[in-house]
């Protein structure tokens, strides 16, 4: 299982750590602020990219991913959108040096000053509950619900942060169309 595949129904999987760019933020996924984040990644991706192809250690622009949370007792979808807090994700490779992101925020913070809060960041999701979801994000909760289902037959609990990754161009895709891997890290629930 690769980091960009997922069934069409809830499987179990595990991944080790992974590096990327990211930026932590709190607010709706269509609010300003969250769209401040977004291009701010894609600020330092582009720059990011030409030094990595410059070195002969190119690669191609990775999709948008994000780690959800809420800081409330009640369940997620229950919580106003405004009050969601999120880590938004831009997946490198390996030999991607970390003096290359430093240089390319550098580049990026003249025209986009929320580059400087890009960070080179690593995390472990380990074992996990995933599933492809097919169609507009308010059709989530049924995909949720057969990765919950999987999660109680298999004695697990959710266990770090709900996460997406967006492998459509929201820009050119119509809801219907559009392909989201839903991941949940899991451990065993006794």
């Known amino acids: 299982m ?9 499987e179990l999987t595990e991944f080790g750590p992974v590096r990327g760019l ?10 300003a602020e ?3 984040a977004v291009q701010a990644l894609f600020s330092v ?40 807090h999120w880590h ?14 430093e240089q390319a925020v550098q580049a990026a913070s ?4 929320a580059a400087r809060r890009v960070q080179l960041v690593t995390f472990t999701e380990g074992r996990c509950v ?16 057969l ?8 004695g697990l609990v959710p266990s770090g942060l709900h996460h997406e990754i967006y492998l459509s161009d929201l820009r050119t895709t119509a809801p219907g169309d559009l392909r989201t891997i839903l991941r949940q890290p899991v451990r065993p629930a006794a």
Do not use: N
């Open 2 to 10: 690769t980091w960009y595949e997922a069934a069409d129904k809830a």
């Open 110 to 113: 003249g025209d986009c000053p």
């Open 147 to 154: 990765m919950y289902e999987l999660m109680e037959r298999e």
């Open 22 to 31: 990211a930026v932590t933020g709190h607010g709706e996924p269509e609010g």
């Open 130 to 145: 995933q599933i492809m979801h097919h169609g507009p994000f308010e059709d989530e909760p049924r995909s949720l619900a």
């Open 34 to 36: 969250y769209g401040t």
């Open 45 to 84: 991706a582009g720059p990011l990219l030409g030094i990595a192809a410059g070195a002969g250690r190119g690669f191609p622009m990775p999709p948008l991913e994000g780690r959800w949370w809420v800081e409330d007792d009640r369940p997620p979808l229950e919580v106003p959108r405004a009050e969601w």
């Open 88 to 101: 938004l994700f831009l997946r490198l490779p390996d030999e991607i040096e970390p003096h290359w992101v």
